[in-house]
């Protein structure tokens, strides 16, 4: 599953070698996938989550053994939270250090999960992988923005270093 945020940059941009270019998007694209991780990631265990993200309805036969079992004690929250049952996924995605890597073209992030957290859909079941990489329209544009904010530092940054003069003492 992919989260659709791209950043470019414009033909206007001052000119950028081709290794400086690669750089500062690969840059932008890591920012972009931190700033998921840290920003959005954590709203998927949030009350509204469900409705925010559009996540596949729960059987009702699932909702009572759920809240069954939250009397009892052995579900979190209440059971009131789509993705948190023993608390397991929430606890391995929250506390766990993801790596996240970048390219010019777009950034991966390596999430560490439980065994039953599978990107495959299997029938029957919520797709548990589309579901936590799901993000609204608003937050993709939030993320293209902070990664041109980002592209755009990273540019005057490189800029600045490749044209500082240096003394040289004679």
Known sequence: MVIP??????????????RSQRAVLKGA????GETWLEDY???HFKPFAARRYGYAKRT???KEKKKRLAERGRVEDGGRQPLVWSGLLRRSLLEHHHTVRAYPSRATAKLI?????SIRYKSGRPNIGREILATTTDERRKLEEAGGRRLEHLIRQDIERRTSTKTIKG
Do not use: K, N
């Not at 999960?113 to 957290?117: E, F, K, M």
């Open 113 to 117: 999960g439980p065994s039953y957290l």
């Open 5 to 18: 945020v791209r950043v470019e940059i414009s033909g206007d941009a001052p000119y950028l070698p081709v």
């Open 60 to 62: 009702e036969r699932t």
């Open 41 to 43: 990631l954590p709203l």
């Open 29 to 32: 694209y890591h920012f972009i």
